[in-house]
């Protein structure tokens, strides 16, 4: 509840969260049969890259503000986006994002748990018809709100990991969308601070029996240090055609930019289990 993403908006942890969802959507859209998609930890919306508490940070600096410039390659689209919503004056996050890549069958479920926040993506999609914006705790959502009518969609988790547990419940989770709803997508994002979380989270989702898992890694130094956010992954249940292939080149694309050459970067697209 104490966690506030204005600090963090646009930071390096976000552009590789946002340009793999981009790409996700745009392939959920390549059918035309209508998709929902869960945001379950959603934020508010857009951020103010010049309020006091992206300014009192500055990771946006080192993250977005890097990538502004870009016209092709793997990372124009997501860019294009960015830029459309008002970068570098305004980033928007997740939920922003998806409505912006809506079709008019298409529908969202924003679920955010902070009052405040909550209250602010609320007004933001408050004359909203494809857009349901839910006070609710995220965990809770999984399962109040999947499947899907549509039969098809996408699940993006993205807790703030404050809590003890949050990778035990972001395995759990995993495990109850795939049982409830094996046709979702799922795009779970986690922060690598050091290699034994990580590694504990991957063996707990091959031991749940899951299918079908891919995680993209991302990290911007040696992940060594449990204190500072070194990198971070997104574990992706149920990726579409060419996800491997095409969210490698995002990563690459990602780490020419942002890397500052440090000992140990990188990126990895790892199956975690197979179909």
Not at 13 to 36: G, I, N, Q, S
Not at 136 to 160: M, S, Y
Not at 187 to 201: L, S
Request: proline fraction near 7%; aromatic fraction near 8%.
């Amino acid at each position: 509840m104490n966690y506030r993403h204005a600090f963090h908006a646009g930071n390096f942890a976000d552009c590789m969260k946002h340009a793999l969802l981009v790409w996700l959507l745009r392939a959920l859209a390549a059918k035309e049969k209508p998709f929902r998609v869960l945001d379950t930890h959603a934020g508010i919306g857009h951020y103010d890259l010049a309020a006091s508490e992206a300014e009192r940070t500055g990771e946006w600096r080192r993250g977005i503000g890097r990538l502004l410039d870009i016209a092709e390659g793997p990372l124009a689209d997501y860019v294009g986006l960015v830029r459309q919503a008002g970068a570098p004056a305004t980033y928007p996050g997740s939920p922003a994002l998806v409505r912006a890549l809506l079709r008019p069958q298409d529908h969202l479920l924003a679920c955010e748990l902070h009052p405040e926040d909550h209250a602010t993506l609320r007004a933001l999609f408050r004359r909203d018809p494809q857009v349901a914006v839910h006070h609710r705790d995220g965990w809770e959502a999984l399962k109040a709100l999947t499947p899907f009518p549509e039969k098809r969609g996408l699940v993006l988790v993205d807790p703030p990991f404050e809590q003890e547990g949050e990778f035990d419940r972001l395995a759990q989770g995993i495990a109850l969308v795939s049982h409830r709803f094996r046709a979702a997508i799922q795009a779970c994002w986690y922060p690598i601070k050091h290699r034994a979380p990580v590694r504990a989270f991957h063996t707990a989702l091959r031991e749940s029996g899951v299918r079908d898992l891919v995680a993209a890694e991302l990290w911007l130094r040696e992940p060594t240090d449990p204190q500072r956010l070194n990198g971070c992954g997104l574990l992706v249940a149920n990726p579409p055609w060419r996800f491997e292939e095409q969210g490698g080149a995002i990563l690459a694309a990602l780490l020419d930019r942002l890397g500052e050459g440090e000992p140990g970067q990188g990126w990895a697209m790892t199956r975690i289990a197979e179909e």
